[in-house]
């Protein structure tokens, strides 16, 4: 694919392209074919351009997600100038997905896909549930501000996943873990269903994904809208917390 084609980085020209720094940006262009002219240890950075984000398929969006995992568990991050990024952006933002995660201190989508400020809207919930600000907030995000994905991450030894399982109580925690409750219902496993059988909360898990999923095409006419119009993609993924690995379902 040719970048100029795709008018992704129109009104830059050459010099100008060669600072883009965008952990995005700059992967976007190696995605297109385009090699990225950037001198090592550079340290400018810019967040994604209208430009550089409305030239994205959702494919392409989760082919750079997926590289951007794969530097983290090589351990070769983008080196992100978060001044610059946050200077670039502040006047307007062009995330080019949003990530619907677990609160879980071990599983920050940021970090784990390697994106940097302008890049991802996240939003985080125990057990990565959708409700209806949930859905509003993703519906906002692809919508209004032209994300072309909706990522659902779980991740592997999920406490919300074994809270529903044990059925735990507690507050306003109650009526979240309700909502994952379906999922364990819903989950074929051979073996031990219990909290401490750490392969059937992982199926549960994979399940509530699915269940999310589900959740956001059924209560969401504006995503499954804009999916059905090709406009958007609705996404599964696992986060491996041995390993760092983020499966994608799709
Ligand atoms: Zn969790």
């Given at each position: 694919?040719?970048?100029?084609?795709?008018?992704?980085?129109?009104?830059?020209?050459?010099?100008?392209?060669?600072?883009?720094?965008?952990?995005?940006?700059?992967?976007?262009?190696?995605?297109?074919?385009?090699?990225?002219?950037?001198?090592?240890?550079?340290?400018?950075?810019?967040?994604?351009?209208?430009?550089?984000?409305?030239?994205?398929?959702?494919?392409?969006?989760?082919?750079?997600?997926?590289?951007?995992?794969?530097?983290?568990?090589?351990?070769?991050?983008?080196?992100?100038?978060?001044?610059?990024?946050?200077?670039?952006?502040?006047?307007?933002?062009?995330?080019?997905?949003?990530?619907?995660?677990?609160?879980?201190?071990?599983?920050?989508?940021?970090?784990?896909?390697?994106?940097?400020?302008?890049?991802?809207?996240n939003a985080r919930v125990a057990g990565n549930i959708a409700n209806d600000d949930?859905?509003?907030?993703?519906?906002?995000?692809?919508?209004?501000?032209?994300?072309?994905?909706?990522?659902?991450?779980?991740?592997?030894?999920?406490g919300a996943i074994k809270g529903a399982i044990d059925g735990a109580k507690l507050?306003?925690?109650?009526?979240?873990?309700?909502?994952?409750?379906?999922?364990?219902?819903?989950?074929?496993?051979?073996?031990?269903?219990?909290?401490?059988?750490?392969?059937?909360?992982?199926?549960?898990?994979?399940?509530?994904?699915?269940?999310?999923?589900?959740?956001?095409?059924?209560?969401?006419?504006?995503?499954?809208?804009?999916?059905?119009?090709?406009?958007?993609?609705?996404?599964?993924?696992?986060?491996?917390?041995?390993?760092?690995?983020?499966?994608?379902?799709?």
């Amino acid at each position: 694919m040719d970048l100029h084609e795709e008018g992704c980085c129109s009104g830059f020209h050459h010099g100008r392209r060669a600072m883009l720094k965008s952990t995005l940006g700059l992967v976007a262009l190696g995605a297109m074919g385009v090699t990225p002219l950037l001198l090592p240890g550079f340290a400018e950075a810019a967040a994604l351009t209208k430009a550089q984000r409305d030239a994205m398929t959702p494919d392409q969006v989760i082919a750079l997600l997926k590289q951007g995992n794969e530097r983290f568990r090589a351990g070769k991050l983008d080196t992100h100038d978060y001044l610059a990024q946050k200077r670039a952006s502040a006047a307007g933002q062009y995330p080019a997905a949003v990530i619907l995660s677990c609160i879980d201190s071990r599983a920050p989508a940021e970090i784990i896909c390697d994106t940097g400020i302008g890049d991802t809207f996240n939003a985080r919930v125990a057990g990565n549930i959708a409700n209806d600000d949930l859905l509003g907030s993703m519906e906002f995000a692809c919508a209004v501000a032209g994300a072309k994905l909706v990522l659902v991450m779980g991740h592997t030894a999920c406490g919300a996943i074994k809270g529903a399982i044990d059925g735990a109580k507690l507050g306003n925690l109650t009526g979240l873990l309700d909502k994952i409750k379906p999922a364990v219902e819903a989950t074929r496993f051979d073996g031990e269903r219990s909290s401490k059988n750490d392969a059937f909360v992982d199926a549960v898990a994979a399940t509530n994904v699915r269940h999310t999923i589900d959740e956001i095409r059924r209560r969401s006419d504006v995503l499954a809208g804009l999916e059905k119009d090709g406009k958007i993609k609705i996404v599964g993924s696992m986060y491996q917390l041995v390993g760092g690995k983020l499966e994608f379902y799709a």
